[in-house]
């Protein structure tokens, strides 16, 4: 995956936009306390759009990853992150636990995810039960017909990652 540098424009005040997301979290929070609607249970998020001014010149389908400098899935958030691979899973679940990574809480795959998460309640308890989803890019694109509307509506859209023939550095 290649990696692409975000620079911010010189006309965007850092303190300004950090000013407005602390407003933005209050006013959640003030609405969250005030809302008595069906879907109370639902976690709120923040999402974030980016605006391109010029057009790549090697478009893809595929998301870019974007390096930002504070990570905000960690240990200290109590983050968990979910995996979907290719089956069989067992070998990427021994990798997993070789490199000791707290915040990832569940390894499933690909068989097991049509197999299990067949109904809109049991997908709508995987969405609530994790902060972030991630999958192998040989199973990425397979992901939205077993997943199903609801879950993509939930905006926690799955993000590709490289995990076969990986070397640990």
Known sequence: MKLITAKVLATIDVKQTAKAVEALKAFKQRQNALSKGLLDSAESSISMSFTMTALPETPSHRPQLIKIPYPFISKEENSRVCIFVKDPARAFKDQIEDLDIPVIAKVIGYDKLKRNFK???????????????????????????????????????PAPIKVHNFEPK
């Open 119 to 157: 109904q809109y309640k049991d997908k709508r308890q995987l969405v609530k039960d994790y902060d972030v989803f991630l999958a192998d890019l040989r199973v990425y694109k397979m992901l939205p017909e077993v997943l199903g509307k609801e879950f993509y509506a939930s905006k926690k859209y």
